[in-house]
């Protein structure tokens, strides 16, 4: 038997093939059982991970789910007799099944659908300044598609802080930072950022906060306003930066190009801010895989990048029936197939780490909040 009750959470191992996690509200967190990974997200979806021919995902349906539930509990409940006391203590006020299934209600109550975020940030504690994006017309995506883009007002969002932090309780511990949501947040006016990032680090004290913006939207800003953002808490700034080649950056209907990128990371990191830049894997297929990596990497380089900064590679992930698709078909360009998209990936993380720069995977595929 293995236990540790940390300060923001609880995990327990009865043995070699389960362990338990709970935060400190008592609600699951995820079970490792048999060598499959089971995590619940906030809204109460079990997300499923697991090795056979790859690495296999899924999410199960609402019935599976109260199975699962009720599965954890029944074998917590023959456990009880045999685990030590200090952890007793900590599972006494643990959720049950119904409860558990009650978080979906309570969580649409508090947010619109949390589209995506970026992997460092999963565990973050996401408060809706915005919802949707900005611009909303990249061909290859389609996360804010069902919602136009809206902005709190300074009572909405005062309001918002408090039913985000009553829905966590004392599980906000488990969060490491705050991630100021949806698409594009910070194109909001530098006033009304100053006041969200007040009320946040009110509500949120020593929490860091990070965000996403675009580039085309993110110049707007002056470099004495990304001064004072950051000095009011705001830490990494996440841009979609997708390709260093301003063809593929046409092709796919993203505003800006790799000049104004060089520009605009150079005003973030000379205002202190850490960013997080997002590179997709794949994206124009074969016909684009060199002259695209190339230049992306090309365009890391002429970056005053430094240890605190983030290089994602994603995967890309063609959806049939999007823009994309259409505009790839009619261009003639040849999809690459996942395991040549996984080997490019291996590839581009180790070009960039060569650089002294930090490259991680963010699969879109496995997005959990």
Not at 45 to 54: A, C, D, I, M, S
Not at 108 to 133: H, K, M
Request: with cysteine; charged share 25%.
């Amino acid at each position: 038997m293995k236990h540790h009750l940390y300060p923001h959470s609880t995990t327990f191992s009865p043995d070699p093939q389960r362990v338990f996690s709970f935060d400190l509200e008592g609600r699951l967190i995820s079970v490792f059982k048999g060598g499959v990974v089971y995590k619940r997200d906030l809204s109460s979806n079990v997300h499923v991970r697991y090795q056979q021919e790859g690495r296999q995902r899924e999410v199960l349906n609402p019935e599976q789910a109260r199975r699962f539930f009720e599965d954890v509990e029944r074998q917590i409940q023959d456990l009880l007799p045999i685990l030590p006391e200090d952890l007793v203590c900590r599972l006494r006020d643990r959720y049950t099944p119904d409860q558990l299934l009650d978080q979906k209600a309570k969580f649409l109550q508090v947010y619109r659908p949390i589209s995506i975020l970026p992997p460092d940030q999963y565990l973050s504690v996401v408060l809706q300044a915005t919802e949707g994006c900005t611009w909303n017309k990249c061909t290859f995506c389609n996360f804010y598609a069902d919602r136009p883009f809206k902005v709190k007002t300074p009572e909405e969002f005062a309001k918002h802080v408090q039913e985000v932090q009553a829905f966590f309780g004392e599980g906000v511990r488990l969060r490491k930072s705050v991630f100021l949501a949806d698409g594009n947040a910070l194109a909001l006016s530098f006033s009304r950022l100053q006041e969200m990032l007040f009320q946040t680090r009110q509500a949120f004290p020593g929490l860091p906060v990070a965000s996403f913006i675009d580039v085309f939207t993110g110049s707007r800003h002056t470099p004495e306003e990304w001064t004072a953002l950051k000095d009011l808490g705001l830490q990494r700034v996440f841009i979609g930066m997708e390709s260093g080649l301003d063809e593929v950056l046409r092709f796919i209907n993203k505003p800006g190009s790799q000049a104004d990128l060089l520009e605009f990371v150079s005003e973030l990191k000379h205002a202190g801010l850490q960013v997080g830049l997002i590179l997709m894997v794949g994206v124009g297929g074969h016909e684009f895989r060199e002259p695209h990596a190339e230049a992306s990497l090309e365009a890391l380089k002429k970056m005053p990048l430094d240890a605190g900064d983030l290089i994602y590679l994603s995967p890309f992930v063609e959806h049939p029936g999007f823009t994309y698709s259409e505009k790839r078909e009619a261009a003639g360009l040849t999809p690459m197939s996942e395991p040549e998209v996984e080997t490019e990936l291996a590839l581009m993380a180790k070009r960039v780490r060569s650089m002294g720069l930090k490259a991680a995977r963010y699969d879109i595929r496995e997005f959990l909040y």
